[in-house]
């Protein structure tokens, strides 16, 4: 089970931080959008410091992963963001739903796999 951990968290890191890199260096030219989601992400853009803000947390916490350190930590910042990917691609891109429900998984998982450190977050 130790293999498939270090598997799972470290194909959850190279996605991160590719697609956070990919957003940085504009490695890619950006799709034209449509409909709901030109609105949703015209009002993160619109913010100036949202999507910046949350590709340097995407990208800190796959390094984290890769790297295997802090990982309890990185499951827990990064989880909002993955509930939002898991939302954006329910309602406004279902074509991105395969991958966002893959990255979802891969987090709960990983959350199950260091249960043990978030015991005294449920202490009141």
């Not at 989601?37 to 015209?42: E, L, Q, V």
């Not at 309890?72 to 989880?79: D, E, M, Q, T």
């Amino acid at each position: 089970m130790k293999i498939v951990t270090i598997i799972a968290r470290t194909l959850l890191g190279i996605l991160f931080v590719f697609g956070s890199l990919a957003y940085f260096f504009n490695w890619f030219p950006q799709p034209e959008l449509t409909g709901n989601m030109k609105t949703f992400n015209d009002g993160l853009n619109a913010s100036g410091y949202l999507v910046p803000l949350i590709k340097t947390i995407e990208l800190i916490c796959g390094i984290a992963f890769i790297a295997g350190r802090f990982v309890p930590l990185a499951v827990v910042i990064i989880f909002p963001i993955v509930v939002n990917i898991v939302s954006v691609h329910t309602f406004l891109a279902p074509e991105g739903l395969p991958i966002a429900l893959f990255v979802l998984l891969t987090s709960l998982f990983l959350a199950y796999r260091n249960k043990d450190h978030y015991k005294s977050l449920m202490v009141s």
